[in-house]
């Protein structure tokens, strides 16, 4: 267990933004988040993962628990499938090449998302036409008033887009311990459609794409598209992508012909929010050090000092010029404290 007092977490969050704990504890066992819980008030504690989804905006008056629970477990095997328990604090790409190297499919295309494995659920990540719940078992979580160690399901997590149970109702509650997920030995249901794996797939010629041509597919692109955090600090896509009614969109197509959309259950439509940023003149949009990034308009970038106030004020300017042209309102991926 590690301790300090009035510790920076600039290398704690991928933007890279300078604020302080009062004090920082890592974990690496159950055990010794149970010890520190029970000397700690729930309401003196900030739970700290991989710090990838986060916008920080001030000093953490609190104890900053971070998570480092590690450990990759094989629960159960068949001839088809596999079920793994994987700590916390493994850190997520990792965990992926580790599957990918196994020959277990189902996450290849989540490949090179920053963060870790406990947080993953909280947001219910997703890249390429593929979430985090495609193939979740369970998650156990602390909860932070008892103590005890709960066991969610699918259902009880209810997903939804970046979204889950932990979010919303149960949102400071519980702490992710490790989460279990269940994977393809063979017979692996790939997904190339989305985005751009189909045409970098074709520009290598390959025909029957394995699991790792579609990991070195999905992180070819993303490392054309996405800024490396250890580079430039970024929390990768900073809004949402919008969805909203097709009633409405038919009305927003007529201004806009060349908008693209995706067509979802419910006659609702998603729109990418990159798309709107771009075309509203926002990509590259600087200032001081805050930035919307070059290549990829959906990713916010800390150039280097920029204050995490400066990059929240950075992102209300960019709803209010796009609620302003399309009348819709983006909401922020990252959670900001």
């Not at 920076?8 to 066992?29: C, I, P, Q, W, Y």
């Not at 209810?158 to 149970?165: A, K, L, P, Q, T």
């Not at 970038?301 to 990059?311: K, L, P, Q």
Request: hydrophobic letters at 35%; aromatic letters at 10%.
């Amino acid at each position: 267990m590690q301790v300090a007092e009035n510790f920076s977490l600039k290398e704690h969050n991928t933007f890279g933004v300078d604020v302080n704990a009062r004090k920082f504890v890592s974990v690496h066992a159950t055990e010794e988040l149970r010890e520190v819980l029970q000397q700690t008030y729930a309401s003196e504690i900030f739970v700290l993962g991989g710090g990838s989804n986060m916008l920080l905006t001030q000093d953490i008056d609190k104890t900053v628990v971070h998570i480092g629970i590690k450990g990759i477990e094989l629960i159960s095997e068949s001839r088809d499938e596999v079920v793994l328990k994987v700590g916390a604090g493994e850190n997520w790409h990792q965990f992926v090449l580790y599957c990918i190297e196994k020959g277990y499919g189902g996450l290849e295309n989540l490949s090179l998302i920053p963060g870790n494995v406990g947080t993953a659920p909280v947001q219910n990540i997703g890249a390429y036409g593929v979430e985090l719940k495609d193939t979740f078992e369970s998650c156990e979580a602390m909860r932070i008033q008892t103590l005890e160690i709960k066991t969610f399901n699918l259902q009880q997590c209810e997903f939804d887009y970046r979204n889950s149970v932990f979010k919303n109702k149960l949102k400071g509650e519980y702490i992710i311990t490790s989460v279990n997920f269940r994977l393809s030995k063979r017979n692996h249901q790939l997904s190339t459609s989305y985005g751009a794996i189909q045409a970098e797939l074709d520009k290598y010629e390959i025909k029957e794409p394995t699991i790792k041509n579609i990991s070195d597919a999905v992180v070819s692109i993303r490392q054309q598209k996405l800024p490396d955090p250890r580079e430039l600090g970024n929390s990768g896509s900073f809004f949402k992508n919008p969805v909203i009614k097709e009633s409405e969109f038919k009305k927003l197509q007529k201004q806009f012909p060349e908008i693209p959309f995706y067509a979802l259950q419910a006659n609702n439509i998603k729109i990418p929010a990159g798309w709107l940023i771009d075309q509203a003149g926002l990509k590259g949009y600087r200032q001081g050090d805050a930035g919307v990034h070059k290549n990829q308009a959906l990713v916010l970038v800390n150039y280097g000092n920029a204050t995490g106030e400066e990059i929240l004020g950075l992102s209300k300017e960019i709803q209010d010029k796009i609620y302003k042209k399309y009348k819709i309102r983006l909401e922020p991926e990252v959670n900001v404290f």
